[in-house]
Every structure is written in structure tokens, then in C-alpha cells.
């Protein structure tokens, strides 16, 4: 999800439901110890719950990270073990780690000792030709034995070489089962499904043996998908009833960005698929695409683009069953 669940998507995220666990986009340990530490950490209070999830091998500087995490507010570190990307493979990290168990073990537990907060991790169920189950839990023993506090597993296996990220996430079958056998196997370490839930009809019948779901690009396209989650996963009153109602709860925060500078572009490319499948949506996603971008663009961006939208807010309370999610139900 880099460059998708940052912190703008996040804010928005949270006026569809206040409670799922959302997770920031995957920020390297290089980043934070060389880069602008605070463009990588900053985030707004409304979020939490929020997790950091965090790219890299070495455990010292994986700890270090992990404390300005801590120290920001986060609520969760998370060590991704799971992207197959070439740019993330050339810095030894992401899904090859997969291939060295001990050190990611060694991560966990530096992790741990830095901070107070929960440290997971986010896999595969396996990389290349190290695809068997026998693998997958010998990898699960050593990042449990080190303390980790869940573990989330994207149920498809990685090619490293042949296929790329987008590949990566269609072309190798799901195993679900794997997931389920796993948690048998390991009945008291929590245990999050990752990969092809695209509705919260599955997202129920998983955390009947899970701990957790995780869905990321399916939200990120359609996100009204949140809207119903509070209800259906938390036994609380949604926050929202129409998707117009969360763009308007939305608005104060783009007036707050837009007057710190930020361009509205970088709020409003993570709106375009609010109204999905809706009469309009495509004159929605077209206005914002044409105009947001222009220098001094504004609020009436968004109140144009809407204006062109064609609903029923019965019709969209129907869709709060329809595919996309991208946050952890745990």
C-alpha cells in the first residue's frame, strides 16, 4: 500500500468507521533515520487505532524505528515480511525475508525490547520454491518463540523473480486453509487473514476462527465498504449513513489541509471511488481527476463533483455489503 494508505486516506478512513485498526503505508528504516522523519511519522489524533508499519532487516535499526513509532503515539509496529517488490527486495526487505526466519526473528525480538506497544508482522505463505506449509510454520515458530504479538498472513506465496507486485497479488492461488491450519496450530498466537476478502459477509465468517481480517486495495478502490463495518463487526452505530455525508465530515480536514498548503490533489486521489458503482461516480472521478490538480484548486472541486452524483441514500446503505475494505477488523 505504499503510496496509497497515507495519512489523508487515513483520515477519511476514519469517517467511515471509528473503530477497524488502520495500518500507514510501508515506511522503510532508512527513511526514518536519514529521511524527514516527521513526513513519514506525522499523522492526525483521530486516526488511532493506527499502526506503523515499518520496512527493513536490521534489528538495531529496525528497534530504533520502532521507538520513534512508540514516541509519535502509534499504536502498533508492524514488520512487513510480505511485499515482493523489486525495489523492496534490492533493500533486503519485505517478502525475501521470508527466506531467513532467524532474522526476522532477531527483528521481532529487538522490536520488543525497544517498545511497549504491540510488534507484528505481515507475511506470505511463502516465497519462490520455499512454498510448502512445513516452511510456513517453521517461519511461524521463530517469530512467535521471539515474540511477536499476531501475525497477518496474505494466504498467496511470492515469486520473487517473473511476476510483479500487481501479478503477485492475482496469480498465485489463495490458501485461505493454510491461514486456518495455522491458527490451529498455533491457538494462542493471534492470527490475521490477509488476501481476496472483498466482502464483510467473509470478513464475519473468518473472525469466526481468526483473530482478524485485513483488506487493503479492495477499501482503497471502494471504500464506502468501511461504512458498515462498525455495525456489522462492532456492535456500534455507524458514524455515517451516505457517502455524501462522509465527504461533508471530510471537508473540514481538506479546509485544514489546503490552508497549511497542502495541494488538493493529494487528498481528493483517494475519494475517487466513494461513490462506486453509483449513477454519476464517472463524472465524480472525472471532475477530480481534471480539476483538482490546478493550481488554487479548492473546495468547490469537491462540491462540483458531487453535485454531478445521482443516489438514493437507501441505495448506499445497500452497498455497505458490496466489495472493498482496507483495514484490519481485529
Given at each position: 500500500m505504499m503510496d496509497w494508505t497515507d495519512r489523508h486516506f487515513r483520515y477519511f478512513a476514519r469517517r467511515l468507521s471509528r473503530h477497524t485498526l488502520l495500518y500507514t503505508e510501508m515506511v522503510t528504516t532508512g527513511a526514518l533515520i536519514h529521511g524527514d522523519r516527521a513526513r513519514f511519522l506525522r499523522y492526525d489524533p483521530a486516526e488511532h487505532p493506527v499502526a506503523l508499519q515499518l520496512g527493513g532487516s536490521d534489528p538495531a535499526e529496525l528497534a530504533r524505528c520502532a521507538r520513534m513509532g512508540a514516541d509519535w503515539g502509534y499504536d502498533e509496529i508492524n514488520l512487513n515480511v510480505g511485499c515482493p517488490s523489486d525495489r523492496v527486495q534490492n533493500g533486503?526487505?519485505?517478502?525475501?525475508?521470508?527466506?531467513?526466519?532467524?532474522?526476522?526473528?532477531?527483528?521481532?525480538?529487538?522490536?520488543?525490547?525497544?517498545?511497549?506497544?504491540?510488534?507484528?508482522?505481515?507475511?506470505?505463505?511463502?516465497?519462490?520454491?520455499?512454498?510448502?506449509?512445513?516452511?510456513?510454520?517453521?517461519?511461524?515458530?521463530?517469530?512467535?518463540?521471539?515474540?511477536?504479538?499476531?501475525l497477518i498472513v496474505h494466504a498467496r506465496k511470492a515469486w520473487l523473480q517473473g511476476l510483479s507486485p500487481r501479478e503477485n497479488r492475482e496469480v498465485p492461488p489463495l490458501r485461505w486453509d493454510w491461514v486456518l491450519a495455522l491458527k490451529q496450530q498455533f491457538p494462542t498466537l493471534p492470527m490475521v487473514l490477509n488476501g481476496g476478502v472483498t466482502r464483510l459477509e467473509q470478513v464475519e465468517q473468518r473472525l469466526a476462527s481468526l483473530d482478524g481480517v485485513m483488506i487493503g486495495r479492495e477499501a482503497y478502490q471502494n471504500p464506502w465498504l468501511l461504512a458498515d463495518a462498525d455495525r456489522r463487526l462492532f456492535g456500534t452505530a455507524n458514524p455515517v449513513s451516505t457517502p455524501q455525508q462522509a465527504l461533508a465530515a471530510f471537508l473540514p480536514y481538506v479546509e485544514r489541509q489546503l490552508a497549511e498548503g497542502v495541494p488538493l490533489a493529494s487528498m481528493t486521489r483517494h475519494l475517487l471511488g466513494l461513490f462506486h458503482a453509483c449513477p454519476g461516480a464517472k463524472a465524480w472521478r472525472r471532475t477530480l481527476s481534471e480539476q483538482a490538480h490546478r493550481p488554487g484548486a479548492g473546495i468547490e472541486v469537491l462540491t462540483t463533483a458531487v453535485s454531478q452524483v445521482r443516489s438514493r441514500a437507501s441505495g448506499f446503505a445497500d452497498r455497505a455489503s458490496s466489495p472493498g475494505w482496507a483495514a484490519g477488523a481485529r
Open positions: 533486503r526487505f519485505g517478502a525475501c525475508l521470508m527466506a531467513e526466519p532467524a532474522l526476522v526473528a532477531d527483528c521481532v525480538a529487538a522490536m520488543k525490547a525497544a517498545v511497549a506497544i504491540p510488534v507484528t508482522v505481515k507475511s506470505r505463505i511463502g516465497i519462490d520454491d520455499r512454498d510448502s506449509y512445513e516452511e510456513l510454520v517453521a517461519f511461524t515458530e521463530q517469530v512467535a518463540a521471539a515474540g511477536c504479538d499476531a
